[in-house]
């Protein structure tokens, strides 16, 4: 088991610079018989951090240079991420010149439904791997015309732990919570909402229907992201998400 991202190290799905980790004469203590040699694991562990962060920089630099305003969509599954994508695309699309990269374990189901609203998507398998990462990235770009885009938006794989720890070049992680979660996500995983400058607070339009404490959740949000950006949204009804757009829309202008 990899320590840094719980991928399992027999069918790893990563770039090869992940993937010589655990095979270049560095192995994980995984013996019943024998203790596990914890040195070991984090030398593996920052090695991996470390030559994905240099990638990140690469994607960073060439997205500076193109002038893309890059956002990293990290959740739990079945958050509504790939709605709310939906939505901002058509609302978006002849505004801003957009394109998506989709993450996930298998399929092309989400990418799919992108593809119907006419923006260029790319889709990213990662079999067992749980999380996107910066070499994906890099290769995921392939394909789309980089002079000719304002935003790109990638939809991470659905996961509230794997995600956190790896830059992939983004200016901006944003964390997408969906109402039916409950409030205390934040707490209960704050490397990801430390990480995320941004949060959606998603399905706004079933809190009638819910038990969920908006501002408990947005004050859990803040406790360990004092800073974080918090939009309240629903990619069904459309409550809250033109302020969402005028949002990207700044940052897109920027770049």
Not at 97 to 108: K, L, N, P
Request: proline share 4%; net charge negative.
């Amino acid at each position: 088991m990899c320590t840094t991202c719980g991928c399992p190290t027999t069918d790893h799905d990563h770039d090869n610079s992940h993937e010589q980790k655990h095979t270049n004469g560095v192995k994980h203590a995984h013996h019943h018989d024998a203790k596990p040699v914890k040195r070991s694991i984090i030398t593996i562990e920052e090695d991996i951090l470390s030559k994905n962060n240099r990638l990140a920089s690469f994607n960073r630099a060439l997205f500076k240079d193109k002038g893309i305003f890059v956002l990293n969509l990290v959740s739990s599954p079945g958050s509504g991420k790939t709605s709310l994508l939906e939505r901002t695309l058509r609302d978006l699309s002849e505004k801003l010149r957009c394109a998506v990269i989709e993450g996930d374990q298998q399929t092309d189901n989400d990418a799919r439904r992108i593809a119907a609203t006419g923006v260029p998507v790319r889709q990213i398998n990662t079999g067992s791997g749980c999380h996107l990462d910066a070499h994906m990235i890099m290769n995921g770009t392939d394909g789309f015309d980089l002079d000719n885009l304002d935003l790109l938006l990638i939809e991470n794989v659905g996961n509230l732990v794997c995600p956190a720890a790896f830059d992939l070049g983004e200016q901006h992680k944003v964390a997408v919570l969906s109402v039916t979660e409950g409030e205390d996500k934040p707490l209960k995983y704050p490397q990801m909402f430390r990480n995320s400058t941004v949060m959606l607070l998603n399905k706004t339009d079933l809190l009638p229907h819910l038990d969920f404490d908006v501002e408990k959740c947005k004050q859990y949000a803040r406790n360990v992201s004092p800073g974080i950006l918090i939009f309240e949204v629903s990619a069904k009804s459309g409550e809250g998400m033109e302020a969402w757009y005028q949002w990207l829309k700044d940052g897109a202008e920027k770049g």
